[in-house]
């Protein structure tokens, strides 16, 4: 095929719908989501980019335990063909002077499947400063089974799979690399199959249904269109990932209410349980009723991470004694497979008993102690030493940011007590239950309730979307433990690297922006940053710049994703504002003057004023109003004073979006200066003066954000 510019001759085509399905063994249920999702996503970005899809063509994932597939609309059975425009070589170089093809030009014809009888042909065009030789010719679009070929392996090339399983294929020899064995392969174009392979596998029609249930095995499918009615009636298998977690919370919801109860929320089990069913089948179970209130946390939490089950709460969101299974199989008698799971789930209450009532029996503070027996890090010491850097910083945050002896002395307690619950039996059984077992065994040792809450909130936000701590204390130490953290790796130079992030700096980082913009703490980011550094003494070198500048990284991504621009967030974040809490406002400012018809004019303007400032000397004396000279720069001057004034009185007040609008009235003043004034005047100090002036109105028009950052 020759290669180079192209324009595609359409020809009318008739479509037909298309089906591709990958029948595997049972993919990992926590990525399952997000493979369906991928394979189905490149599979209909591959074909578009060869020209058969149209701009109507929809693609719908399909992801079940043991399946991938993809339904396309609208699919061309052929490509259209295109005209191409070959460029070959200078004229000078492929013809000779009476005109005759040169061995270079003959060699490269034949590079592109053409041969010495196309020269009379060639097109001659300028190219450059050059005359050059191209070739016109059609070359044929793709049929779909190339096509889906090439899409079909790129899409198995791109799928984002952490770790690959070698397998051999039935001949004996043979090994490949996949998720999972593959056994099926399906490729449906309306009601014909299309002839490619993937995996040693070559495409057919028939599919598997559930293992113990389907009706029909194997499945013969009549046509693209009919797979997931067939699959659901022919192999009782429901093929829609979100079909499939729709029919769990709906049946999750109808057998909670029976007994007027919820079923605990938790979309990541619901995700998980979607992907390991094929059958949904909710069955209610129970276990005893005498569960002590701290014992319930830990079984709430097997429950949902080691059986999958969903715990049912009562009106007030305690912990009952149900919960509901979702199974994948439907027997006439449900009653063994209710028994098992009942069963299960009794040893896992002893243990939960046990533990707790072990526990109780020594108190927080007495285990602080072994924190100094457990290594944190190699440069940075061990847990207790940790521990007594997080008091320090949250002891100066407290001051800092509240003053009063109270809570500085609660926040101390507070963190020093906030890792003992490490040593405990219950974390050590269950890690996720830090911080939570933390807040029970203080309560029943007579700490506080603020205390209490503290110490099982300091490790909140955990993920992306967690609550974040309910009380002054808990953000305290919670932003000491956090800064710590970030401090400490910054200090020794162990940086997150691509997609490694071992101590979770990246949500760290998150973490604390959240607390200084969401909660409104009265520290700005840098002051933060310094009060946290002298905790460690001589142990690191100080990080501020690149840990600042990772911070604000974090904080640059986080808002992209929540819509705002890139140039809203640049003209924001390039001033770097101190206090988190006022960059909201700040971009709900600049998102409101940049919709002002004078907008444009004065962004454009700020980034002239900010460029001749840059190449400028610095300069001498100061501004005065008499060395105007230009009536056009007294009228900048005169405006500057009017509407400057109010614009820095709207910025105190924090009112943001006042002080931008009222930028508007400089629009006139700002042309007619740039219309009318030469800045860098021969005489120094009408230069000097007018530098001053620029100087000025620079930073009134930056206040808020870096208006040049919104120039074109």
């Not at 009888?117 to 065009?125: A, E, F, I, N």
């Not at 209410?257 to 979607?274: F, G, Q, Y």
């Not at 080691?306 to 009562?314: A, I, V």
């Amino acid at each position: 095929m020759a290669i180079g510019k192209t324009t595609e001759k359409t020809t009318e085509k008739t479509t037909k719908n298309l089906l591709v399905e990958l029948f595997v063994e049972e993919l990992p249920p926590k990525a399952l989501r997000k493979l369906g999702e991928a394979f189905a996503g490149a599979l209909s970005a591959s074909l578009k980019s060869q020209g058969l899809t149209t701009e109507a063509s929809v693609v719908t994932p399909f992801a079940s335990p043991r399946r991938l597939a993809a339904h396309l609309t609208e699919v061309h059975s052929h490509g259209a063909d295109k005209a191409v425009s070959n460029k070959l070589m200078p004229v000078s170089v492929g013809l000779t002077a009476d005109g005759a093809a040169t061995p270079a030009l003959i060699k490269k014809l034949a590079s592109v499947g053409a041969d010495v009888s196309t020269v009379p042909k060639l097109k001659r065009q300028i190219d450059g400063k050059a005359e050059v030789l191209f070739l016109d010719s059609i070359v044929a679009g793709a049929t779909l089974a190339q096509a889906l070929q090439k899409a079909i392996e790129e899409a198995v090339a791109k799928l984002p799979i952490p770790r690959v399983m070698q397998y051999q294929l039935d001949d004996g020899w043979t090994s490949v690399n996949f998720v999972r064995p593959a056994h099926g392969l399906v490729a449906l174009h309306g009601d014909e199959v299309v002839p490619v392979g993937i995996l040693g596998l070559v495409a057919g029609r028939k599919t598997r249904g559930h293992r113990f249930e389907a009706a029909i095995d194997p499945i013969e499918l009549t046509h693209a269109d009919h797979y997931a009615q067939q699959l659901e009636a022919e192999g009782a298998v429901i093929a829609s990932f979100d079909d499939r977690r729709h029919e769990i919370a709906r049946q999750l919801g109808a057998a909670a209410a029976k007994h007027h109860l919820s079923p605990i929320e938790d979309a990541a089990l619901l995700d998980e349980v979607t992907a390991l069913v094929e059958r949904p089948n909710v069955l209610a179970c129970k276990f005893e009723q005498t569960v002590s209130r701290g014992a319930q946390e830990c079984l709430i939490l097997t429950m949902k991470a080691n059986q999958k089950y969903f715990p049912l709460l009562d009106s007030a969101g305690r912990l009952t004694h149900q919960f509901l299974v979702v199974s994948n199989i439907r027997p006439i008698d449900a009653s063994r497979v209710i028994e098992g799971n009942e069963r299960v789930v009794r040893p896992r209450l002893a243990d939960a008993k046990f533990f707790f009532d072990q526990d109780r029996k020594r108190t927080l503070e007495s285990r602080v102690a072994g924190l100094d027996k457990v290594v944190y890090h190699g440069k940075l010491g061990t847990q207790g030493e940790r521990s007594q850097r997080v008091r320090a910083i949250a002891r100066a945050i407290a001051t800092q940011a509240h003053g009063h002896d109270k809570v500085i002395v609660e926040a101390d307690r507070a963190a020093m007590l906030a890792k003992a619950d490490l040593l405990t039996d219950m974390v050590g059984e269950f890690p996720e239950l830090q911080g939570v077992m933390g807040a029970y065994y203080a309560l029943h040792d007579g700490e506080t309730r603020a205390v209490a809450e503290a110490i099982e909130d300091h490790y909140k936000p955990r993920f992306a979307g967690d609550q974040l701590p309910r009380g002054d204390l808990g953000v305290i130490v919670a932003l000491a433990d956090k800064m710590e953290t970030l401090v400490g790796m910054f200090g020794i130079g162990q940086l997150p690297t691509g997609d490694k992030d071992p101590f979770a700096l990246r949500r760290h980082a998150l973490g604390v922006i959240r607390m200084l913009a969401e909660r409104a703490v009265a520290l700005d980011l840098s002051a933060l940053v310094a009060l946290t550094v002298p905790a460690f003494g001589t142990l690191i070198t100080d990080p501020t710049v690149p840990l600042l500048d990772f911070i604000y990284d974090r904080l640059a991504g986080a808002l992209r994703e929540q819509g705002y621009s890139a140039q809203e967030v640049d003209a924001v974040l390039s001033l770097r504002p101190a206090r988190l809490a006022d960059v909201p406002k700040r971009l709900a400012a600049v998102r409101a003057f940049a919709a002002l018809p004078e907008a444009a004019s004065l962004a454009a303007a700020n980034k002239r004023i900010g460029n001749i400032l840059k190449k400028s000397e610095t300069p001498d004396g100061s501004f005065s109003a008499g060395g105007l000279v230009e009536s056009a720069e007294k009228e900048l001057h005169t405006a500057m004073d009017r509407v400057g004034a109010l614009a820095r009185t709207h910025f105190e007040r924090e009112d943001f979006e006042a002080s931008l609008r009222e930028l508007a009235g400089l629009r006139s003043a700002v042309d007619g200066f740039f219309d009318s004034v030469m800045v860098n005047a021969e005489d120094r100090s009408l230069r000097n003066n007018r530098l001053w002036l620029l100087k000025d109105l620079h930073a009134a028009m930056n206040r808020v954000a870096d208006l040049s950052k919104l120039a074109a």
